[in-house]
């Protein structure tokens, strides 16, 4: 499966973002999906997934409460709401997919990033 990531920009702290991972294949509702991001200088951080049901979420601590993650699978989309964004919330995100129930943070499929900046 192909994925494209999409809607990265620049906000000022607080404000939101949506970024969307648009997927290649109808079958895309099979897959779990999650969102990676990466700052200048560190590691591949897991942000968040939702599993190919759809009714399991799991998101790293520091975005609980103020990140969202959902899927459309009728347009064989995953998005990632952000809001109450901090500028510690600049990184590159990068969505991925795997056919298994919960992959972890070891997913199969990789798109290209978008980047995301949060001024202060």
């Known amino acids: 499966v192909q994925l494209q990531a999409s809607g990265g920009g620049t906000v000022q702290a607080g404000g939101s973002l949506r970024l969307s991972c648009a997927a290649s294949e109808r079958t895309f509702s099979s897959y779990s999906v999650g969102w990676f991001r990466q700052a200048p200088g560190k590691e591949r951080e897991f942000v968040a997934s939702?599993?190919?049901?759809?009714?399991?979420?799991s998101y790293v601590a520091s975005v609980k409460g103020r990140f969202t993650i959902d899927r459309d699978n009728d347009k064989n989309t995953v998005f990632l709401q952000m809001n109450s964004l901090k500028p510690e919330d600049t990184a590159v995100y990068y969505c991925?997919?795997?056919?298994?129930?919960?992959?972890?943070?070891?997913?199969?499929?990789w798109g290209q990033g978008t980047q995301v900046t949060v001024s202060s």
């Open positions: 991925a997919a795997d056919m298994r129930y919960s992959p972890g943070t070891d997913f199969y499929y």
């Open positions: 939702i599993v190919w049901g759809g009714r399991r979420t």
